[in-house]
């Protein structure tokens, strides 16, 4: 049986040593053979054998290492998973008003210079221990969730760090409150320390809190997409008109939408035509113009014309439901860079509670009076400012805005690496026809060389060419349809790739392609080679049609460059990216084209099947190579491309091939595209190197290594702010890609 493969949330997620013990725990269940945890998504993925796994295994599997598997709420509502996480957000405040105003109270009653301003009631230990308590076991409940069954399985993660360091300031607070003549009697000065404990879980929570409102805006672009979808549909049935639910619409169902109305699925036009905007889902700012026959899709906005359409495409099929799966998993995947981050992260935790051990020990030893005080307090703030949160955030929040902000410009990424890999790319190879070019030829000249007539010339190469698929085929079959020329049945019909066709028509035997094919069936072009080379100079492609092995007439085909082609050539260049044609077309034609839009190495008559082994020849060079097209003999090359970028508008199976997906036409995207690689890589250095700086900095000040210079030591509570900070300042700093522009 195959693998399948599930997504779903985790609750109790709070830093990267969470995300490596959930996927340890996944990946040791027997058929489990891929497990990916993302910390700004809090989703787990997870690739397994269904022989083997059930959901009972997945969940068990996340519960043993202390937190909670949410699979069966993987098909929550939109709505319904927005009022959850308002209703998590309305507690977590709770929690922090809460905890910071006991705290705030007990800090006012015990510290020096402070608690002599305090009622007489606040400075009361027993007091203080009531007010604490409620704080350290509910508002901190969740930190012993997630620690207690990690202990059980000898894992640790942040929550232990929180939980020692709070449990050991609120335990020796209320052995002073409750036995003071004992610790007197030590030498050490009776005073509680609750507003430490109390305090510090406050912070905590509140970083948490403003963690969460953070990575919110990380997913907004997968909210603006879900949101695009129209709720209704007006389907005709049974001569009505009836409002029914969108799920309810069905393949073949027909649809009438009226001016200023969502599209709501895919399809394809029957009756009447408009003006549709299509931005939303390709970030094209000009609305398209559609007819009989042209497809529409859901989510995008009719103008101004009445029409009704078949629909070819509902639910998950729509182009809609594909981009939101292709952005949620790209959001979910891991780029390479963040194995940095995981290895650290793994055994993080574990380092920092034999620092902390340390610290209390050298300060135990060799500290000043009280030295169990002293070593106590710098122990606690070693085990709360070492949180590595950041570092488990770094990566994937800037993912996360990364693969949206590229969706609402039309680049639909298929993984993290693929985004990380893109930044590198130094070439970039465009197929011409339907890429470089709009892909719809028309025929410019039919100039009859032997016997035949020209509707016969364009007769015999239309009935032939009714069989291909190629798009040059298309060009003469409009082109006969046009003059309204009789068609003939071809027998015998064979493509012949990268050179062209031949059947028998009329009993006669007729051939159509290039010059490769001329020679190949010895068919003599006498002195029109002059003739096909001017053809060729205009950047016209030239077929030859023979007939019973003599040549009868030169067909000339102009595919007309795309308006962007040109400006998205200069931008490459600008970024010191070279860029590469590749096509079938001999060398004058293809060179014709390339010169019109910027482009001084050409690949010419590149056979399909040798597309790939050029784009390796081209890699072994050195270079670090994209591969932009849009057909099915392009699929080759896009695999074997360090990235394979595909045109939306192509086939299926390109599309599936590639890396990066162009939902528009417009080729400045891919410079967008590795301009956004390049902006999202740089957000994820800085992100890294200041997580990473952030605990090599501060750890060593808070176990103290400044007080012998300049008496400085670090209070727990100003750790607590400053772990805080890190991780709001990474999602920050992530966020600030949302200002990334195109065309920048």
């Not at 955030?393 to 609402?408: Q, S």
């Not at 308006?563 to 590469?580: D, F, N, T, W, Y």
Request: glycine share 8%; hydrophobic share 45%.
């Amino acid at each position: 049986m195959a693998n399948i493969k599930k997504t779903f949330s985790i609750k109790g997620m709070h830093c990267a040593s969470c995300v490596a013990m959930i996927e340890g725990s996944l990946k040791k269940v027997p058929g489990v053979s891929i497990a990916s945890v993302n910390l700004a998504s809090a989703k787990a993925t997870v690739d397994y054998d269904p022989a083997l796994v059930t959901d009972e295994h997945i969940s068990s599997a996340v519960s043993n290492v202390g937190y909670e598997a949410m699979i069966g709420e993987e098909l929550q509502s939109e709505d319904e998973e927005k009022q959850e996480k308002l209703r998590e957000l309305n507690s977590l405040v709770f929690k922090v008003i809460v905890s910071l105003t006991l705290g705030a109270l007990i800090l006012w009653g015990s510290f020096p210079g402070l608690m002599e301003t305090a009622p007489k009631i606040l400075r009361e230990f027993w007091v203080q221990l009531i007010l604490a308590t409620p704080v350290q076991f509910w508002a901190g409940f969740a930190f012993y969730r997630a620690t207690i069954p990690a202990l059980k399985h000898r894992t640790a993660n942040m929550d232990t760090l929180v939980v020692i360091g709070t449990t050991v300031a609120y335990l020796y607070s209320a052995f002073v409150t409750v036995f003071p003549k004992v610790v007197q009697e030590i030498g050490i000065d009776p005073m509680p320390y609750f507003d430490v404990s109390t305090i510090i879980i406050g912070l905590i929570l509140l970083g948490r809190y403003f963690e969460a409102k953070a990575k919110a805006g990380t997913s907004e672009a997968i909210k603006k997409l879900i949101g695009l979808q129209a709720r209704t549909a007006r389907v005709l049935r049974d001569g009505k008109e009836i409002d029914i639910e969108i799920k309810d619409v069905l393949i073949g169902d027909v649809i009438r939408v009226r001016p200023g109305e969502k599209i709501p699925v895919d399809g394809v036009i029957l009756e009447g035509e408009s003006s549709i905007d299509e931005s939303m889902i390709n970030g094209e700012s000009m609305p398209v113009d559609k007819t009989v026959g042209d497809t529409v899709v859901g989510a995008t906005l009719n103008k101004n014309g009445s029409f009704t359409f078949k629909t070819t495409k509902v639910g998950s099929e729509t182009m809609l439901a594909q981009i939101i799966k292709l952005v949620e998993d790209a959001q979910g995947s891991k780029a390479p860079i963040q194995r940095l981050a995981d290895l650290v992260s793994a055994n993080f935790v574990p380092i920092v509670l034999m620092l902390s051990i340390v610290t209390f020990v050298g300060w135990y030893v060799w500290g000043p009076a009280p030295a169990l005080l002293y070593a106590l307090l710098n122990m606690i703030a070693v085990l709360i400012i070492a949180c590595p949160c950041a570092m488990g955030l770094a990566t994937p929040t800037a993912i996360m805005v990364g693969t949206g902000k590229g969706a609402e410009s039309g680049i639909l990424i298929k993984d993290a690496e693929s985004l990380e890999t893109a930044h590198k790319v130094t070439t970039v190879i465009f197929d011409k026809t339907g890429t470089l070019t709009k892909g719809k030829p028309e025929v410019t000249d039919i100039i009859t060389v032997g016997g035949v007539s020209h509707d016969e010339a364009l007769k015999f190469a239309a009935s032939l060419e009714k069989g291909s698929e190629h798009s040059l085929a298309e060009s003469i079959v409009s082109k006969a349809e046009t003059e309204n020329i009789a068609l003939v049945r071809a027998e015998g019909f064979r493509a012949i790739p990268g050179h062209g066709v031949e059947g028998v028509l009329d009993s006669r035997r007729v051939i159509l392609g290039n010059k490769r094919l001329m020679d190949k069936e010895t068919v003599s072009l006498g002195n029109n080679l002059a003739e096909v080379e001017r053809l060729e100079g205009e950047g016209k492609t030239v077929m030859m049609l023979a007939i019973d092995g003599n040549l009868e007439s030169l067909i000339a085909v102009a595919d007309t460059v795309k308006e962007s082609s040109k400006a998205g050539i200069l931008m490459l260049i600008g970024m010191g990216v070279e860029p590469i044609m590749i096509t079938g077309d001999n060398m004058r034609t293809a060179t014709a084209i390339a010169s019109q839009v910027g482009i001084k190495r050409v690949l010419a008559e590149v056979l399909p099947q040798e597309k790939e082994a050029e784009v390796r020849k081209i890699q072994a060079e050195g270079r670090i190579v994209a591969m932009v097209g849009d057909g099915i003999n392009d699929a080759p090359a896009l695999v074997a491309a360090d990235v394979g970028i595909a045109m939306g508008t192509g086939t299926d199976v390109a599309i599936e091939a590639a890396d990066i997906t162009l939902i528009n036409k417009d080729l400045r995207t891919v410079a967008g595209a590795i301009l956004l690689s390049k902006r999202t890589m740089r957000t994820i250095k800085l992100n890294l190197f200041w997580a990473f700086a952030y605990n090599v900095l501060l750890i060593p000040v808070a176990m103290g290594i400044l007080y012998p210079i300049w008496g400085i030591l670090m209070n727990p509570i100003f750790a607590s702010v400053a772990m805080a900070t890190s991780s709001v300042s990474v999602v920050g700093n992530s966020l600030l890609l949302n200002r990334f522009r195109l065309n920048s």
